[in-house]
C-alpha cells in the first residue's frame, strides 16, 4: 500500500515529491510555511525540503523550492544505471560466498 498525503485545498502544491533525486540530493522530507504564520513572515510562505546530498553522508540541506534544481533525464538514467551496476556487483559478489559457503551446492 502505498502512503498519501492530504495537501490543504489553499497551498500550492509542492513542485518536487519524495524520495526525487535533484541535482542537491534526494528529498527526504517537505514541509509548509503558510501565508499568514510567523515562520512565513520571517521566510516567505512555500515549501521547504529536507534533502541529503549523499546517501554515504549525515549530511542534511533545508531548501526553498528556487534553490532546487531537478535532475536532466540524462543525468537521472545515468545515476539509476549506476546503482543497479553497484547492487549487481554486490549481489555477484554475496553469490560467490554463498557458494564458497555451501561447498558449490546451490541448494544449501
Keep these: 500500500m502505498k502512503a498519501t498525503i492530504s495537501i490543504p485545498q489553499h497551498w500550492a502544491y509542492p513542485r518536487f515529491t519524495l524520495e526525487q533525486r535533484t541535482e542537491q540530493g534526494t528529498i527526504l522530507g517537505l514541509y509548509y510555511y503558510p501565508l499568514g504564520t510567523e ?3 520571517q521566510f516567505d510562505e512555500g515549501w521547504r525540503y529536507v534533502l541529503m546530498p549523499n546517501k554515504n553522508s549525515d549530511e542534511i540541506s533545508y531548501l526553498q523550492e528556487n534553490q532546487i534544481q531537478p535532475l ?4 537521472l538514467f545515468s545515476q539509476i544505471r549506476a546503482e543497479i551496476d553497484f547492487y549487481q556487483s554486490q549481489i555477484a559478489i554475496l553469490q560467490q560466498q554463498l557458494f564458497a559457503l555451501t561447498g558449490g551446492s546451490t541448494n544449501g
Excluded: I
Excluded at 72 to 75: K, R
Design 72 to 75: 536532466s533525464p540524462e543525468e
Design 39 to 41: 515562520l512565513a513572515e
